[in-house]
């Protein structure tokens, strides 16, 4: 009887009846402590899986605050960067200079700042999902239920489900920082491509002159797609010619002209966001033609199917200052293309079939000499 009371009273499943006898009772008692030990068994199995929980729930955690911590960091960095580039903005805003390149290359600052403005305004955004991502992890839950599981005197059918929730959760923790770890490593990568956009900015700005160079087309159009992709609200297909990668070099300023690219992308996208699209196409044409001097010049057509334009703005739409938008923000973003491309010895005009109809804003950029006569 001592022997039942221990087990009862202390779950001592170590303990075991003695067997007095081979008859019906003895058979019993052998069963009794079959039984027991198999207990015995489980018990110990429950208690090693549970440390084994506990260890895995410790090293979760741990890696989820030093998640939480660099997302901190991050989201900090990010908010000074955005009031930075504000208040720069603000500052360039107030210089108008259109009568030579060397005034407009003030806005080529302002055009880096409205598009590092594009770039952080997700990386805002995504440092948010990011924070309340961490404030949903069940860790005081967790806590409360690995604490229960310590406690003695515990009903076998509420231990069960108490480790059942402990192993799910675990699981979703591992899930969670899975997660996390994706849009931390995309916030990363957005914050570096800021820091380039920096870093190139005041590479230019330290070079006087227009640094004219000889620049592979087709590899700062997809420069330039690649760095507009992360910073849409629309999803957008690009459709880019083939014949750009056996166009001869053309003379230009490769960051100026990246920046020209990467305004005329991210205008397009606003026309096909203004057409309440959610999904939206720019082809990206290209094509040798010859000049009114019978020069040989390249020919890159960028057409949208947003939102078009109406025959009554298509003679303003590189003013300064003029917008379609009915926000009435911008204005200078198509006006400082046009004046740098005239810089650069080139040009651009925009043709399109009216409002709904999409537009096409074309390019053109001189060949050097050389090059022209191998083309």
């Not at 199917?305 to 009554?312: K, L, T, Y």
């Amino acid at each position: 009887m001592g022997t039942i009371n221990d087990i009862e009273h202390n779950r001592n499943y170590e303990a075991r009846v003695k067997k007095t006898s081979d008859d019906e009772l003895g058979i019993l008692i052998d069963n009794f402590n079959s039984m027991l030990s198999e207990i015995q068994d489980r018990d110990s199995q429950l208690k090693r899986h549970r440390n084994e929980l506990e260890d895995m729930v410790q090293v979760r955690t741990a890696e989820l605050a030093e998640v939480n911590h660099d997302l901190k960091q991050s989201f900090a960095e990010v908010v000074i960067a955005e009031e930075s580039a504000r208040l720069a903005e603000n500052a360039l805003q107030r210089k108008h200079q259109e009568e030579s390149y060397q005034a407009g290359m003030k806005e080529i600052a302002a055009a880096t700042m409205h598009n590092l403005r594009n770039q952080i305004a997700p990386l805002v955004l995504r440092a948010g999902r990011l924070r309340e991502s961490s404030m949903l992890a069940p860790a005081e839950r967790l806590c409360q239920a690995l604490e229960e599981l310590n406690a003695d005197r515990m009903p076998l059918e509420r231990k069960e489900k108490l480790e059942r929730y402990v192993a799910l959760t675990a699981a979703k923790l591992v899930k969670q920082k899975q997660l996390l770890d994706e849009e931390l490593a995309a916030l990363t990568h957005q914050i570096a491509m800021v820091e380039e956009a920096v870093a190139e900015q005041e590479r230019f700005s330290r070079v006087a002159g227009s640094c004219a160079e000889e620049i592979d087309i087709s590899t700062l159009i997809g420069d330039a797609v690649d760095s507009v992709s992360d910073i849409l609200s629309v999803n957008i297909a690009y459709k880019i010619d083939p014949r750009l990668g056996d166009l001869p070099p053309v003379s230009a300023t490769g960051f100026v002209l990246k920046q020209v690219f990467r305004t005329l992308l991210l205008n397009a996208a606003d026309a096909i966001r203004a057409a309440g699209k959610s999904d939206g196409q720019v082809e990206i044409r290209s094509a040798i033609e010859s000049g009114s001097d019978g020069s040989e010049i390249v020919h890159l057509e960028i057409r949208d199917n947003g939102c078009g334009i109406s025959s009554d703005s298509l003679g303003r739409i590189f003013e300064r200052g003029f917008t379609t938008k009915k926000d009435g923000q911008g204005g200078w973003g198509l006006h400082w293309c046009a004046n740098t491309l005239s810089a650069m010895d080139g040009r651009i005009y925009v043709t399109s079939g009216g409002e709904g109809a999409g537009a096409e804003l074309h390019v053109i950029l001189p060949i050097p000499a050389e090059d022209a006569e191998a083309a």
